[in-house]
């Protein structure tokens, strides 16, 4: 039997929007509705395995009940931007999954779900409506079943005839009848004043319908009810009128076009690639694959066993492979050296047994282009040698040119310029439980393929960096700073594992004295990190209001027990459990786990060519991400102290750099006032904002304002600004335009980047990083709203990244100027971390922050705070 399932594509990616979190990918796009659509398609799939499908969605404001009643839906806000810009994946994503899509201009998605599931009745099927709207619940009939989703979207409620009679003491068509009387707030149907459903449904329990009622109005007990329904005759008509789903409206779309079969694409696995749902990638049943092509390559490959000076030349490529990604661990497999003279393949063992390889790795008067200059001269580090001479970086360049490219593997960087005859190193040494080293002749292979597309990338790479005049930017800060990086990561920070020990002693017996407090209230002892049980005691035991159920029972996720609190004292208890939990296992004993053995330092990775916004990363651990919103996870930085006794940590911070970044590009004379007057910019914004003196400022409107002034240049919505408030839509807009009225300058600026883009494809920070817009013109909502947030934040996030970077050379370059012990050790956000000598730390207060603040000249002055102490948490 065909069985068919009719989606309210329009209600349910709103429920979804609503009730997943802000969720985006590593590009900024938003994707919770996306996720939570799919999610429930997927499900949906599964169970049902229905044989057709379609997915109706509302084609516009304007509809046919317009006619009628212009209000319809009046009330109703606008849709956020956040979701709107959601929508158009949506429907891309159902194109790739093989589901039709309809929608029918003056026609409500209601309408056409109710017309086409009254066709497949007529023709014997079976259907599922799935929706979050009770008004399609007057379609239930025999062979057409309703689901609505609870709170959520992927619980649903099944209402057949019988269940509907169950829930409203009603037949299904009688809801129509139902909403004539008590209305509909969210569709603004206005229905009786004052008759709600337990009244609705008693008239139509007595009567059998509204137009029943009104015939017989005499016979209604109740004078005030009588009233009620007298005054609001054609008002209770009408509003039926408008409930009732039309079945019969002209939908251009026949049954056997929705036939559906879950044999999902290719592409769509890309697309869930692309949007970061890694999770559904198994559920669709797709894995990624390599496709091995032919190469042809007939250049001869020498395998050196004796190193002679004729192949080190002046200049040649280099490749120094090592197949662990974290190289601080890492063994090096080979060398491979590709020159004028010819193309050679070095065994490890015969390079680091030889002086002169050695003396040529370390003569900076030679060329070397090499693949990744900060991992070569780490991993070389480790072993004895220092790497100099370094000319070239193929990967730096090629993120320098295009930063949105997700892959710069040598391989992918050679294939777009038309380079065909490397392997990726995942297509060569396979991947996972796969990897394995093949046999010398292949590996040999396989490296001087890499070092001889180096040679031909370098002449390309360097005529596109010039031609984006970049070369600077590449040559006088990327370059430099990627050896200033390797010396940091090499140095690594000392830990004193004694303190981290005694954390994680302490947190646990917090976590033991929170586990005896929760039980005590529970009234039971059970386990506190079982959801199933925990929701057990919160809802059934204590009787707390039920916010969302899952599979399994009731939900206990983080945002569920935030709206609980306040209701029982237990809640508290058990978020403060979680957290202390979390931060115990992630980063106490997270951090215990990557000390080196050899150093007993934590040495960090520092990705240099992975943020489209130019910012460093921090991964193996992410120093940059320790917590320090809770005092514990503060205490965290006690741990990290000076390598050397008798040594003091010392930390220099930017203040509000963006603000300051943003202030110069936009050009904007009251905030550039500001900045150079040394005003509170926050107290400033609120000043004008609220329109009130300094005095008058308060710590909520202070906080106000600075969530506005972090927040707008980066396209934050009314919508986004009140959920980060937690204000109203209306008073976040309002919020933002004062503020735009405030700054004029900020206002042209965020116009006329977006038109800039446009007119170029791309924007630039001050040092000319480059980052390309191809979808600011797109007509894809989604996409052209993303890259215009973009075209706004680059600028302003990519300048302050830069500014830091300058920072870290120059500083670098000053400290051996000055002849100083004193180590650069880590770069958080924007904040530097070092370790000095105690007697140091006086001309350390004046040259770190003269560096940092003479890094780049602005039309506001750039302010450092630096301090120090003993450990780095004294030194914050």
Do not use: C
């Not at 997915?55 to 404001?61: M, N, R, S």
């Not at 169950?166 to 008759?195: A, C, H, Q, T, W």
């Not at 063992?349 to 282009?369: R, Y």
């Amino acid at each position: 039997m065909n069985k068919l399932v009719l989606i309210d594509g329009s209600g349910i990616a709103y429920r979804a929007f609503f009730a997943l979190p802000l969720l985006n990918n590593d590009k900024g796009v938003y994707t919770n509705a996306v996720y939570g659509f799919t999610t429930m398609l997927l499900k949906i799939i599964e169970t049902e395995k229905p044989t057709h499908m379609l997915v109706a969605f509302d084609a516009g404001k304007t509809t046919f009940r317009h006619k009628t009643f212009k209000e319809y839906k009046g009330t109703r806000q606008k849709t956020p931007p956040e979701l709107s810009e959601q929508l158009p994946l949506i429907r891309e994503m159902l194109d790739l999954m093989g589901i039709k899509r309809y929608e029918k201009e003056l026609y409500e998605a209601d309408d056409i779900i109710g017309t086409l599931s009254k066709v497949a009745q007529k023709d014997g099927w079976t259907t599922k409506v799935v929706t979050g709207d009770k008004d399609l619940l007057q379609l239930v009939d025999k062979n057409i079943t309703v689901s609505l989703t609870r709170k959520g979207i992927t619980e649903m409620d099944d209402y057949d005839p019988e269940k509907v009679m169950e829930r409203y003491e009603i037949d299904p068509i009688r809801i129509i009848d139902l909403k004539g009387f008590m209305g509909d707030s969210s569709d603004n149907i206005p229905g009786v004043p004052g008759v709600g459903e337990k009244t609705a449904i008693k008239l139509l329990k007595q009567f059998g319908s509204l137009e029943a009622v009104y015939e017989d109005l005499e016979s209604v007990s109740g004078k005030k009810l009588k009233e009620k329904l007298e005054a609001n005759h054609e008002q209770a008509v009408l509003s039926k009128q408008l409930a009732t789903i039309d079945v019969h409206a002209p939908v251009d779309i026949q049954l056997e076009d929705l036939a559906f079969e879950s044999n999902f694409s290719q592409a769509l696995g890309d697309l869930f690639k692309e949007l970061e749902f890694s999770s559904l990638l198994d559920r669709i049943g797709f894995e990624a694959t390599i496709e091995e092509e032919t190469r042809d390559f007939d250049i001869h490959v020498e395998l050196v066993h004796d190193i002679t000076e004729t192949l080190l030349q002046k200049e040649s490529a280099v490749l120094v492979e090592t197949l662990d990604e974290n190289y601080h661990y890492a063994d090096i497999l080979g060398f491979s050296i590709v020159n004028e003279q010819g193309n050679y393949y070095v065994p490890k063992e015969v390079a680091l047994a030889s002086t002169l390889f050695k003396d040529w790795l370390e003569d900076g008067t030679t060329k070397k282009i090499v693949y990744d200059a900060k991992r070569d001269i780490v991993a070389m580090r480790w072993h004895g040698i220092q790497l100099r001479g370094i000319h070239f970086d193929i990967n730096l360049a090629s993120y320098l040119i295009d930063p949105s490219e997700s892959n710069h593997d040598l391989a992918a960087i050679a294939k777009r310029r038309k380079i065909h005859y490397v392997y990726s190193d995942e297509a060569f040494y396979g991947k996972g439980a796969k990897q394995h080293i093949p046999e010398e002749e292949k590996l040999a292979d396989h490296l001087v393929r890499k070092a001889h597309a180096m040679l031909e990338l370098e002449p390309l790479l360097s005529e596109e960096l010039q031609t984006n005049h970049q070369s600077s930017l590449f040559f006088e800060l990327e370059m430099p700073l990627a050896k200033v990086l390797a010396e940091m990561e090499i140095k690594g920070v000392a830990i004193n594992e004694q303190t981290l020990k005694d954390m994680g002693i302490e947190l646990n017996e917090k976590l033991e004295r929170l586990e005896k407090d929760i039980h005590q209230l529970a009234g039971v002892a059970f386990n506190i990190n079982s959801p199933k049980q925990l929701g057990e005691i919160l809802f059934e035991k204590l009787n707390l209001p039920v916010i969302k159920k899952t599979k399994t029972g009731y939900s206990t996720s983080a945002d569920v027990l935030e709206k609980l609190q306040g209701s029982h004292d237990i809640i508290d208890h058990i978020l403060e459990y979680r957290q202390l939990g979390k931060l115990n296992s992630t980063y106490i004993e997270g951090l215990l786990k990557v000390i080196h053995p050899k150093t007993n330092k934590i040495h960090t990775l520092y990705r240099q060519a992975l943020t489209q916004t130019g910012r460093l990363s921090s991964t193996d651990p992410n120093l940059q991400n320790i917590p320090i919103r809770l005092e514990e996870g503060r205490k965290i930085r006690k741990a990290f102290v000076p390598s050397k006794k008798e040594w003091i940590m010392f930390a220099a911070d930017y203040s509000q750099i963006e603000l300051r970044v943003l202030a110069h590009i936009a050009n904007d004379e009251n905030l550039i006032k500001a900045f150079n007057e040394g005003m509170d910019i926050h107290t400033k914004t609120a000043m004008d904002v609220f329109g009130v003196k300094d005095d008058e400022v308060t710590s909520l409107m202070r906080r106000h304002a600075k969530a506005v002034n972090f927040g707008i240049v980066y396209g934050i919505s009314d919508y986004g600004l009140s959920q980060s408030l937690n204000i109203t839509r209306k008073e976040a807009a309002a919020f933002i335009e004062k503020y735009l009225d405030s700054y004029p300058g900020v206002r042209n600026y965020m116009t006329d980047i977006v038109q800039k883009a446009k007119h170029d494809g791309y924007v630039t920070t001050l040092l000319h990083r480059r980052r390309y817009l191809p979808e600011i013109t797109s007509r894809n909502f989604n996409r052209r709203s993303f890259a215009e947030r973009t075209a706004m934040n680059t600028p302003i996030q990519g300048s302050a990244a830069d500014i830091i970077k300058l920072a870290m050379v120059n500083m670098a370059h000053r400290l051996e100027e000055e002849e100083l012990e004193a180590n650069m050790l880590l770069q958080v956000h924007d904040e530097l971390i070092f370790e000095a000598p105690k007697h140091e730390i006086e001309k350390l207060k004046v040259i770190v922050p003269e560096v940092m603040e003479s890094a780049i000249e602005l039309k506001v002055p750039l302010k450092v705070e630096a301090s120090y102490g003993q450990t780095w948490y004294d030194a914050k």
